[in-house]
């Protein structure tokens, strides 16, 4: 069975989804910035700890290993976390997936303001990009999270393998 998309929920279909996709976009990627941010300044004081600690007296150099410590611990957590997320990698799928449907949009519209019927079929065709775009953006969704729970498993299995 044949579909035959009309042109007027197809236009507002893109449209709902480019607003969703913008929106992901922009959450990711003010993430990935924050993972970036995060592990720079914990690295930073890490170092900053690391090395006052062989400047400052006994006491005190307890203290500030103790804190170079934690420090550096919670660098794994964000980098554990980066991975198993990968916000910047999402943030460069959903803006590859908003740049085609933006020109699904314009396809749309110029379709619209053509002065000739519109055939069916070009609006088929467009309704087949539009599934085509979803389609390929889950794709890679999917893929991403596989990736990452394979590296994921691969790393507690390393580590596993290390502690016997």
Request: hydrophobic content about 40%; overall charge positive.
């Amino acid at each position: 069975m044949g579909i035959n998309a009309n042109l007027d929920v197809l236009g507002q279909d893109v449209t709902d989804r480019i607003l969703s996709f913008k929106k992901r976009k922009e959450d990711n990627k003010k993430r990935a910035a924050r993972v970036v941010l995060f592990a720079s300044v914990i690295s930073a004081i890490t170092t900053i700890l690391i090395g006052a600690s062989t400047i400052i007296g006994d006491n005190l150099n307890k203290i500030l290993t103790l804190l170079a410590l934690v420090t550096s611990t919670s660098l794994s957590v964000i980098h554990t976390w980066d991975g198993l997320f990968n916000h910047k990698k999402l943030w460069i799928n959903y803006a590859d997936a908003l740049n085609k449907l933006y020109e699904l949009e314009t396809d749309i519209r110029h379709l619209r303001t053509n002065t000739e019927a519109i055939l069916q079929e070009d609006v088929n065709n467009l309704y087949f990009k539009y599934k085509y775009i979803l389609n390929e953006t889950n794709e890679k969704w999917v893929e991403l999270r596989i990736r990452s729970e394979g590296e994921k498993a691969a790393t507690g299995n390393q580590s596993r393998s290390n502690a016997n």
